[in-house]
């Protein structure tokens, strides 16, 4: 069966410090893999998203950027935090094979990240 | 453009149902979905529904679909406590590779 893991589950960083999340798919190959931003009362905000390896779209400009250095390994990286980047931070996966148009993302536990 | 709204906050009494409704904007979203959230965790889809189908119904869940006014509803029967959690509604685009997510409804269940 397909399992993700996304760590830390929780950080606090102070402003300016550097930032690393990393999310890992199980079970399946060649996902496409997303990072989302949930902030209070928001919906989901996508951030990236990656359709292979070395392969990174991103949806927004900001503080953060994506790589996917391996097949089912995606990473959120800051080299300087923002306050405003505090949030709920989600990966999530879905398999490339699918009907089409069916996009059903499968997510991880998330990570709480605040700066201060 | 791209939008998927939903109410934010519903409450209802253990045992009523709870109807939790949702506009899209995307015309070409050819699957529509529900997904659940409980608290500090991620999400989990409950129930997806394709569009050319006007309802669709799984246990105490039914979905209704109205491609015209762009409307999709989520019905819980006989609510219970554990069912409290935010809800959110979400559109694959046409391509299939971005889903638009909702800013999600938080169910209250009162005992």
């Known amino acids: 069966s397909q399992t993700i893991h996304q760590w830390p589950a929780t950080l606090v960083q102070p402003v300016g410090s550097p930032l690393s999340l990393e999310c890992t798919v199980e079970?399946?190959?060649?996902?496409?893999l997303y990072w989302y931003r949930q902030a209070a009362g928001r919906g989901l905000q996508l951030l990236f998203y990656s359709v292979g390896i070395g392969q990174i779209s991103s949806e927004v400009p900001q503080n953060l950027s994506a790589s996917r250095p391996q097949d089912r390994q995606f990473i959120l990286s800051s080299k300087k935090l923002l306050l405003s980047d505090s949030g709920f931070y989600l990966c999530?996966?879905?398999?490339?094979?699918?009907?089409?148009?069916?996009?059903?993302?499968?997510f991880g536990a998330g990570t709480r990240l605040s700066v201060l | 453009g791209e939008d998927v709204e939903q109410s934010l906050f519903l409450s209802v009494r253990e045992g009523d149902s709870s109807v939790i409704n949702c506009t899209y904007t995307?015309?070409?979203?050819?699957?529509l979905y529900w997904y659940k959230q409980e608290p500090g965790a991620g999400l989990q889809l409950l129930t997806y529904i394709f569009s050319n189908m006007d309802m669709k119904q799984d246990q105490r869940l039914t979905v209704l679909l109205n491609k015209k006014d762009k409307h999709l509803s989520l019905r819980i029967a006989d609510t219970q406590t554990g069912d409290s959690a935010i809800y959110f509604c979400?559109?694959?685009?046409?391509?299939?590779?971005?889903?638009?997510f909702g800013a999600g409804t938080r169910l209250f269940v009162k005992a």
């Open positions: 995307d015309s070409s979203s050819t699957y």
């Open positions: 999530a996966w879905s398999a490339r094979d699918r009907g089409r148009d069916k996009n059903i993302q499968y």
């Open positions: 979400a559109e694959t685009l046409g391509g299939g590779f971005k889903t638009i």
């Open positions: 079970g399946t190959s060649n996902p496409n």
